[in-house]
């Protein structure tokens, strides 16, 4: 069964730090993994996927890395600034649906990593 | 451009009512739909998905059933509610082409606050 774990839980910085987050997950046979920001009382908005055959992907000050044979990816965030301020989930998928030939998004999520960015 | 709606954002229901929550897609065609829920300190867990109208998986055993009336309609119900069925709910979409073997960009809808009293 597939886990995924994200540390820190959560983390505060001062605005213009430079910021990791992690996630690993349990069995790396995976078809792709995503990072989501999640605001209070929202719905999840998607930041980055990294197909299993990508190391990397970047959007902007954002730039995720996988390591599939060691279960890890990093989520980095350039020059945080207050409005980063969220909660930052990956999720992994790694079972297939009926069908199809792989996971499309039956996902296994971390509990998240809560980034707050101060002034 | 696609849109997703889910409704209510919130409510507050008596042990043993019944519930509905509605979600529904726009901009697109023969989405896969999902249905996740996050219960306080936890991460989502998957209840339900569709590839396709009528055809419903469930991920969990529960005391919720869901349904697929309409290419873009996705339902979530129960006949009498529980405490523990409390949380946020969250639906999803996203499209998947046949043979490829990775998936693509998953889309969520704002949530519905669940609260059983």
């Known amino acids: 069964k597939q886990e995924v774990t994200q540390i820190p839980a959560a983390l505060s910085v001062p605005e213009g730090e430079n910021l990791v987050l992690n996630c690993s997950f349990t069995d790396s046979a995976i078809y792709n993994l995503q990072w989501f920001r999640q605001d209070p009382g929202k719905g999840l908005t998607s930041l980055l996927l990294?197909?299993?055959?990508?190391r990397e992907q970047t959007s902007g000050r954002l730039n995720a890395s996988l390591d599939k044979s060691s279960g890890r990816s990093t989520l980095y965030i350039a020059a945080s600034q207050p409005g980063d301020s969220a909660t930052y989930l990956c999720a992994v998928s790694s079972t297939p649906l009926p069908g199809y030939t792989g996971g499309g998004n039956k996902l296994t999520f971390g509990t998240g990593t809560q980034l707050k960015v101060e002034l | 451009s696609q849109t997703i709606h889910q409704w209510p954002a919130t409510l507050v229901q008596p042990v043993g009512s019944p519930l509905s929550l509605e979600c529904t897609v726009e901009g697109t065609s023969n989405p896969n739909l999902y249905w996740y829920r996050q219960a306080a300190g936890r991460g989502l867990q998957l209840l339900f998905y569709?590839?396709?109208?009528?055809?419903i998986s469930s991920e969990v055993p529960q005391n919720l059933s869901a349904s697929r009336p309409q290419d873009r309609q996705f339902i979530l119900s129960s006949k009498k509610l529980l405490l523990s069925d409390s949380g946020f709910y969250l639906c999803?979409?996203?499209?998947?082409?046949?043979?490829?073997?990775?998936?693509?960009?998953?889309?969520f809808g704002e949530g519905s606050w669940l609260t059983v009293v």
């Open positions: 569709s590839v396709g109208i009528g055809q």
């Open positions: 999803a979409w996203s499209v998947l082409q046949r043979g490829k073997d990775s998936g693509n960009t998953i889309y």
């Open positions: 990294i197909q299993s055959s990508q």
